[in-house]
């Protein structure tokens, strides 16, 4: 036997099946067995004895192993390990975690600032699931009336799309630089006339924020597509209100991005409408605009989409949240984001449990001028959805790209496939780019149309 082994065995009794095993008294007297049934999050609870009292449903799935089998042995640590050792519950009932928390889990235990003596722990576990899951778990102690320890209670946490998350955006961190070199010299090929294009528009860092805006939509599927369609709205109200072209494409990608600070929300917050919410949920909510901008900070090109996410949910009346600013205190991009994800929460059942129509949640938007939103961006969002068109705009066609002639000018930015921006407004269509344009529409496999600046006679509107 190791020196470990054997220090295991001092802290845990054997989990071989006790000869006389009965759940204490005191500890049945706390009846939690209403909280553990009904608890997604998977729980169990020993007695002072070491003893399994409770085993919830989600153990069982987390683990395979079901109640009937755990109760009433000293396996618990059957749930997290291959080998027999102690759990943060057995060193809470013996009284050594203290002294020996960090012996058994080494670097990883943070002490709670809340309860004193409760640690929580992250740790990878290679066995749980098909490639292995990464948890969050911690425990705390059970008490009689007297004030005495009777058992102690630990409640784990999945937390693998969150790990996932973070690697990937480490990674994307990481290889910004090789990236960017590496497209450059393709977008160079598609026009190699653009100027001043913003790097952190090249296909690599678009198709990297698009996988990020999808991480939420693929665990609620009622908000398929609604990152996009918020970034598009953001976009047409920053451009009616004249926004610079790098502005409005930082508004974009905020819209694409707004929500990345609820990957760590668990499935049953990210379906609970925010009129549902109790104080405790409604505290966890509302720091997902903190999270998001922790997130993007690293990357230097995302400190000001970063700010954008985290202002996104102040009030023009100062009454919002995190640093209750108010007027123009709030960036423009988050004043603007404001309504266009408000806009679309209202129809999809996010803010409020009903699903609102879009007139109704037009009408909802209008009613928060002044308070929650900007008068001037409600008035362009207003003429958005309206189709108000400015009187300078100059008339537009839509073509098939064969109908596209040199000396052609782009009305709107064309975006290619994974959000890549192909060309921008204003630029000027020569031969080369027509046929790049035909080039990439053919190996797409898509039939494209483009907006251009034509009179009648320069062109045939596509059918």
């Not at 926004?243 to 990608?253: K, R």
């Not at 985290?310 to 004043?335: K, N, T, V």
Request: net charge negative.
């Amino acid at each position: 036997m190791s020196a470990n082994d054997s220090e295991n065995k001092q802290m845990q009794p054997s989990s071989q099946q006790p000869s006389a095993a009965s759940p204490n008294p005191n500890l049945m007297a706390a009846d939690v067995s209403e909280f553990f049934e009904g608890s997604p999050v998977p729980t169990f609870a020993i007695n002072n004895e070491h003893v399994i009292t409770d085993w919830n449903r989600a153990c069982e799935l987390i683990s395979g192993l079901t109640a009937v089998e755990m109760v009433g042995t000293r396996n618990h640590w059957r749930l997290l390990y291959t080998h027999e050792r102690p759990l943060l519950v057995d060193l809470i009932v013996s009284g050594t975690i203290e002294e020996n928390v960090n012996v058994l889990y080494r670097d990883k235990p943070r002490r709670s600032s809340v309860i004193k003596g409760t640690y929580q722990i992250e740790d990878f576990f290679p066995h749980l699931g098909e490639a292995g899951r990464w948890l969050s778990f911690s425990a705390a102690a059970l008490h009689n009336p007297a004030g005495q320890i009777v058992g102690a209670i630990e409640v784990l946490q999945d937390i693998t799309q969150q790990k996932a998350a973070e690697v990937a955006l480490q990674k994307a961190h990481d290889g910004l630089e090789h990236l960017v070199e590496e497209r450059t010299t393709e977008l160079k090929e598609v026009n190699a006339n653009l100027t001043g294009l913003n790097a952190k528009l090249k296909s690599s860092f678009l198709t990297t924020i698009k996988i990020f805006s999808n991480l939420i939509e693929m665990r609620a599927g009622h908000l398929a597509g609604h990152s996009r369609r918020v970034a598009d709205l953001a976009r047409r109200i920053a451009g009616r209100m004249n926004v610079s072209f790098n502005d409005a494409q930082e508004i974009f990608v905020a819209g694409l991005l707004h929500n990345i600070g609820k990957i760590g929300f668990s499935d049953e917050l990210l379906a609970t409408p925010l009129n549902l919410m109790n104080s405790d949920t409604l505290r966890i909510y509302q720091k997902f605009t903190i999270h998001g901008e922790q997130l993007l900070m690293p990357l230097e090109d995302m400190t000001s989409i970063a700010h954008i996410i985290r202002s996104q949910q102040e009030r023009f009346d100062g009454g919002g949240y995190p640093d209750r600013l108010a007027g123009s205190e709030i960036p423009l991009g988050a004043r603007i984001l404001a309504i266009a994800s408000d806009y679309e929460n209202l129809q999809n059942g996010t803010l409020l449990q009903k699903e609102l129509r879009n007139d109704q949640a037009f009408n909802m938007v209008l009613r928060g001028e002044g308070k929650r939103y900007d008068p001037a961006v409600v008035l362009a969002f207003q003429e958005v959805i309206n189709g108000v068109i400015n009187p300078t705009t100059e008339a537009q066609s839509e073509l098939f790209t064969s109908q596209l002639k040199p000396g052609m000018i782009i009305a709107r930015d064309l975006i290619g496939q994974d959000n890549f921006l192909l060309l921008s407004t204003d630029h000027v269509l020569d031969e080369r780019l027509i046929k790049k344009i035909i080039a990439f529409e053919a190996a797409w496999g898509v039939r494209m149309t483009i907006w251009v600046k034509a009179s009648a006679r320069d062109s045939t509107p596509a059918a």
